[in-house]
């Protein structure tokens, strides 16, 4: 009963650090927002003052559902009882179910997206949400192993306040051998294939083998900034989101704020984004395309960045988060930019994705 109504929810709290969207957003200050739509964390804070329109696009109704209940807990709830809806710290998420509920059914929806997540809610009992999507779920079997085979002091990595005694432990006493393990039993795309994909994981391109390819970039995430602000490392290690400093920047009272007194339209497109950009209805001057075209192959891989061409204003910025496979695209007509945002991509918080930030130069 339950898989029925999440089948469609791959992701309900997200893989991105959103930071590095918002912080280029906040430079460009664009009006036409384009986004894949996903869990909602990673486009609805795209939103600022200046931005007349957002149109989300997914090929999953029940993501573009999801948006639809965060961008109304955005908009008609305060910053503290949005934490509690999504059950984000101080609150967790499997309490305040009646005050949850209270504020489910105050919230102004679509009736389609009423009656599904009404469904949903009342399958868990009005415990949050924020951890039953598909790939949250994976996450959390992953955890599990971790504190098996990490030992007593699975997590010591996580409670450093100061990041030059966190890389010494590190590089000194932090259980390297099971850790490697630990990467070379789920890190590949057999496990990926078993416990989520089916058959639909990446083709990988990177010339990384899988193994060093996760190994990298935990490696970045322990050395670069303190691990407990990452919210991916807290998946990781506790399957939830465990302290302040680990709640992602879709919840901060900075993007609740700016996104809950902006006008902007929402749009929610369900139809594969090239097509929707191919068509050239709508131009848009930002694009956060996420990891989709990771997914492609053939003569698509090969040419969608030029199909989306009639979808661009001139000048439009395009971010891509390459997962494991790099598009082997044709980039005629466009500058790659990235180089100009190295900083924001060194602590983007979840180091899984190689991003590139280009610019449509007609
Ligand atoms: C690969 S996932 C990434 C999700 C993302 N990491 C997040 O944090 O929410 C991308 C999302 O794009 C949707 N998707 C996949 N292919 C698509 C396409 N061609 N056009 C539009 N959406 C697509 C999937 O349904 C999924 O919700």
Redesign the pocket.
């Known amino acids: 009963m339950t898989q029925k109504y999440f089948s469609g929810l791959?992701?309900t709290?997200?893989?991105?650090d959103t930071s590095v969207e918002i912080e280029l957003i906040k430079k460009i200050l664009p009006k036409k927002i384009f986004s894949?739509?996903?869990?909602?964390?990673?486009?609805i804070p795209l939103m600022h003052k200046g931005a007349l329109d957002l149109t989300l696009?997914?090929?999953?109704q029940e993501?573009l559902y999801l948006a639809e209940l965060r961008l109304s807990t955005y908009r008609e709830l305060t910053h503290s009882d949005f934490l509690l809806f999504w059950g984000y710290f101080p609150y967790s998420d499997d309490n305040n179910q009646s005050r949850r509920r209270e504020l489910f059914t105050s919230l102004k929806l679509s009736s389609p997206a009423y009656t599904f997540l009404s469904q949903v809610f009342h399958e868990i009992q009005f415990n949050s949400l924020l951890y039953l999507g598909k790939?949250e779920s994976t996450f959390a079997v992953f955890a599990k192993v971790c504190r098996v085979i990490m030992g007593s002091e699975y997590d010591r990595i996580m409670r450093f306040d100061n990041l030059e005694d966190q890389i010494y432990y590190y590089q000194h006493s932090f259980p390297m051998k099971r850790w490697k393990a630990l990467i070379h039993l789920l890190g590949n795309k057999a496990m990926f294939n078993a416990l989520l994909y089916k058959g639909d994981f990446i083709k990988k391109n990177s010339p990384l083998s899988h193994f060093d390819y996760y190994f990298n970039a935990y490696n970045r995430l322990f050395t670069t900034d303190l691990a407990q602000k990452s919210f991916f490392l807290h998946l990781c290690f506790y399957g939830k989101i465990k302290s302040l400093h680990g709640v992602p920047v879709e919840a901060s009272e900075e993007s609740h704020g700016r996104v809950h007194v902006s006008k902007t339209d929402v749009h929610y497109v369900k139809?594969?984004?090239?097509t929707?950009l191919n068509r050239g209805l709508n131009q848009y001057d930002f694009l956060s395309l996420?990891?989709?075209p990771?997914?492609f192959g053939g003569d698509l891989e090969r040419d969608f960045m030029q199909k989306i061409k009639p979808g661009l204003l001139p000048g439009a910025i395009i971010v891509l988060?390459n997962?494991l496979r790099s598009p082997e695209s044709n980039l005629e007509g466009f500058i790659d930019i990235t180089e100009s945002h190295t900083k924001l991509l060194e602590f983007e918080k979840v180091q899984m994705y190689e991003i590139k930030v280009y610019k449509f130069n007609p």
């Not at 894949?36 to 486009?43: D, E, F, H, L, Q």
């Open positions: 791959n992701y709290l997200g893989n991105e894949i739509c996903g869990s909602g964390g990673r486009s696009s997914d090929l999953s993501q790939w139809e594969d984004f090239v929707h996420s990891d989709v990771s997914y988060r997962y």
